[in-house]
């Protein structure tokens, strides 16, 4: 096993003018896994192909452990990835789809065939080693995939939207076994998604990238509880985090017809006179009447003992959305006005202009 650190690596595709990764400095530690999440686009597909070899480094490096990988061949890289569409040899079973590259590599047959019986007991495909892959499920097709790269003990598994092709209850069984399976074996991972919520719930550490550039890494809390900026913000988290402008005035700022406080160091670091402030559906408080913003409800969705309201409002002229966490039991219904306040241990505010942070850190 071993740590993989990206130093400064850009890669800027033939005829375009903004760099696809851009300066990507991060680094993985050994054992550890890590989550590259943001919208299609951002980046984070060719960051793992970097780290692959599959595409070309133009500025920076990129190490496994010690060694510059940034020249390598990617069959001298010893790592294994894993693919969203399986990649398994329809003609094959599924031993000899595991242990493909093992025989490759001059594995002699009876090592080869004790590794691929020992990965498929990992993964409980211990029955199905003599069928071929279209006699397989598309959970167990992936599990053929994961064991394809377990058998061949590399130091890296790069994982690349693996999940993407299962329907959703398979997806969040699948999701599990990986990230179990991974803890068992300590393998260094680096794993790219742009399911926000498969990012919270797999990784040790999240990487957020937009548009090339890395915006905030750091443990799925860390970026729930105290997003770097708007975009990080509004990404992580189902439902997405509230997010509109305020008037600061003395004491806090203005939420509706209610005064909501914000500690002394935001609103003496700022001269602006609006900031975005930025409420998770779980921090609103839903009443019937009394000071804060009203919300007219369009929705309420039940999910048992929670449920989501999901309403509008207007501020400065605008539509505002709101989403907010309410008893699935005993709620508003649609059509209905309400009352909301943020709870003022959790408010987040964000500089209008630049998008970045400049209320302190939430602690609880």
Known sequence: MSSVTFDKATRLYPGSTHPAVDALDLSVSDGEFLVLVGPS??????SLRMLAGLEEVNEGRILIGDRDVTEVPPKDRDIAMV????A?????????????ALKIAGVNKD???ARVLEAAKLLDLQDYLARKPKALSGGQRQRVAMGRAIVRQPQVFLMDEPLSNLDAKLRVQTRTQIASLQRRLGVTTVYVTHDQTEALTMGD?????????????????????NPINVFVAGFIGSPAMNLFSADLVEGGLKFGT?????D??????????KVTIGVRPEDVKVAKTGDGLKVDVDLVEELGADGYLYGHTEIDGNRVDIVARVDGRVHPNAGETV??????????????????RISKAVTD
Do not use: W
Not at 205 to 225: E, H, N, S, W
């Open 41 to 46: 686009g951002c980046g984070k597909s060719t």
């Open 83 to 86: 693919f969203q569409n399986y």
């Open 88 to 100: 398994l040899y329809p003609h094959m079973t599924v031993a000899e789809n595991m242990g493909f």
């Open 111 to 113: 090592e080869r065939a």
């Open 205 to 225: 550490r999240i990487a957020v990238l937009k548009d090339g550039v890395l915006q905030q890494v750091g443990t799925p809390r860390d970026l729930y509880a």
């Open 258 to 262: 209610a005064i909501a406080p914000l």
């Open 264 to 273: 002394r160091d935001t609103l003496s670091g700022t001269k602006a006179k």
């Open 339 to 356: 009352v909301i306040t943020p709870s003022p241990k959790h408010i987040h505010a964000f500089d209008t202009e630049s998008g970045e």
